[in-house]
């Protein structure tokens, strides 16, 4: 499995990825809200989608990101009243390929998932201080799979600081209660 990292860009921070070395990179990082998340599974992870709304209120689909299997489920996340704030799942060896096996996505109200399977090498990506914003890994094209996984974190101090208004009331009252940014990455 691949070792995880912190890595700051433009008042954001990226942790990971977990998972194998295989596929093509991807990325997709909101402009506002992640508001969709459209998986696709069967013994492992296939595909993976999202959708955001900006600060207009347009929803913004994203590419499909890994293979064309596996049976779709919807996870919608009620913005701005519930956000991302970490993510759980698996790593295994599928075929001769290391890849997710399962996901599960956190909000501040619930949790969604797993999908897909839970055996394999647990990751966690906790975060108490920051919303997901977006997420970036490794996938196969055609029969692939979502090979790998990392998520991309804005702290609630910098999204108090923004001129987005859903944005700012949503975590104000959380960054009142929030110091400084702690973001912990641990193996279970």
């Known amino acids: 499995m691949e070792n995880t990292s912190k890595r700051a860009f433009s008042d954001s921070m990226e942790i990971g990825p977990c998972g194998g070395p295989s596929g093509k990179p991807w990325s ?7 508001t969709e998340i459209i998986i696709s599974y069967g013994k492992v992870v296939d595909s993976i989608r999202f959708a955001s709304v900006d600060q207009k209120n347009v929803k913004v689909y994203s590419k499909r990101f890994g293979g064309k299997g596996g049976k779709p489920k919807k996870v919608s996340i009620d913005w ?9 799942g698996t790593c295994k060896k599928f075929k001769e390929y290391y890849v997710i096996a399962s996901l599960c996505f956190y909000t501040n109200r619930t949790k969604y998932g797993p999908f897909g399977y839970a055996k394999g090498s647990p990751f966690v990506f906790p975060n108490e201080h920051g919303v997901i914003e977006g997420f970036y890994g490794r996938a196969g094209n055609g029969e692939g799979f979502v090979d790998a996984i990392g998520v991309s974190v804005k702290p609630f101090e910098v999204l108090s600081r923004c001129s987005n208004p859903a944005l700012s009331f949503a975590t104000t ?5 929030l110091s400084k940014l702690k973001l912990k990455i641990r193996r279970l």
């Open 173 to 177: 009252r959380l960054h009142r209660r």
């Open 80 to 88: 701005p009243g519930e956000y991302l704030t970490s993510i759980r």
């Open 28 to 34: 997709f990082k909101a402009n506002g809200a992640i």
